[in-house]
C-alpha cells in the first residue's frame, strides 16, 4: 500500500484498482485517464518493471484482455499500468520507483 499512497499524492486522479478490495501484498494495479500505460512502459522500462497487460502476457504492450472481461472499455484497459513487488524489495526503493513513475506520467 505504500506505493499506492506515494503514486496517490504525486498523481492526481490516479486511481488505484481495487483499491478497497482486498489485493495480493505483491501486486498494484493503477490508471491514469487519459495516459496510455504503454507509454508508461516505455519511459520506465528497464529501470522499472511494470507491465500494460496481465500476467499472462508479459512482455507484450497492449491494453488487458482480462480488464475487457471484466467490462472495462478498451481505452480504460490500455490505461491500466501492473506494478509487481519483489519479497525483498525495500521501503527506500518503494519510493524511488514511485517517484520514476509519477516522473513518467
Do not use: N
Amino acid at each position: 500500500d505504500r506505493l499506492a499512497y506515494d503514486l496517490e499524492a504525486q498523481l492526481p486522479g490516479l486511481q488505484i484498482t481495487c483499491a478497497a478490495s482486498p489485493r495480493h501484498p505483491g501486486c498494484l494495479h493503477l490508471r491514469l485517464p487519459g495516459r496510455d500505460a504503454k507509454d508508461w512502459v516505455t519511459r520506465l522500462q528497464p529501470i522499472v518493471q511494470v507491465s500494460a497487460g496481465s500476467a499472462c502476457t508479459s512482455g507484450v504492450i497492449h491494453g488487458s484482455h482480462v480488464l475487457m472481461s471484466l467490462g472495462w472499455s478498451a481505452r480504460a484497459a490500455h490505461e491500466g499500468l501492473r506494478i509487481s513487488l519483489g519479497r525483498f524489495t525495500t521501503a527506500s526503493e518503494l519510493q524511488s520507483a514511485a517517484g520514476l513513475i509519477a516522473r513518467a506520467a
